[in-house]
Nanobody
């Protein structure tokens, strides 16, 4: 079955860290750029950051710069979102999208991150 699956979410205290994974099943993620998004109830989806297919280029939203890092391991068919210095405002459903011109677009179902003491 072709799908993207996010994992690694959970409950973390303010100031803590989490690393999320976005793993592709049924297709190779290596030709795809991958973007991480987040969304809270009642709010629009916002981009967290992205990584190019080769991993050489990353791009981050202002709130993610200096705290979040996106990386990929194409051998494991996985893209990561490392999040440090987490704040309550980072609480959201985080999900990933794989996209590349001329190829199908894949979305994951998301993993919940809750930052609370």
């Amino acid at each position: 079955q072709v799908r993207l699956v996010e994992s690694g979410g959970g409950l973390v205290e303010p100031g803590g860290s989490l690393t999320l994974s976005c793993t592709a099943f049924g297709f190779s993620v290596s030709p795809y750029g991958v973007t991480w998004y987040r969304q809270t109830p009642g709010n629009d989806r916002e981009m967290v950051g992205s990584i190019s297919a080769g991993g050489g280029r990353t791009n981050y939203a202002d709130f993610a710069k200096d705290r979040f890092t996106i990386s990929r391991d194409n051998a494991k068919n996985t893209v990561y979102l490392q999040m440090n210095s987490l704040e309550a405002e980072d609480t959201a459903l985080y999900y990933c999208k794989a996209a590349q011109t001329g190829r199908p677009v894949y979305w994951g179902q998301g993993t919940q991150v809750t930052v609370s003491s």
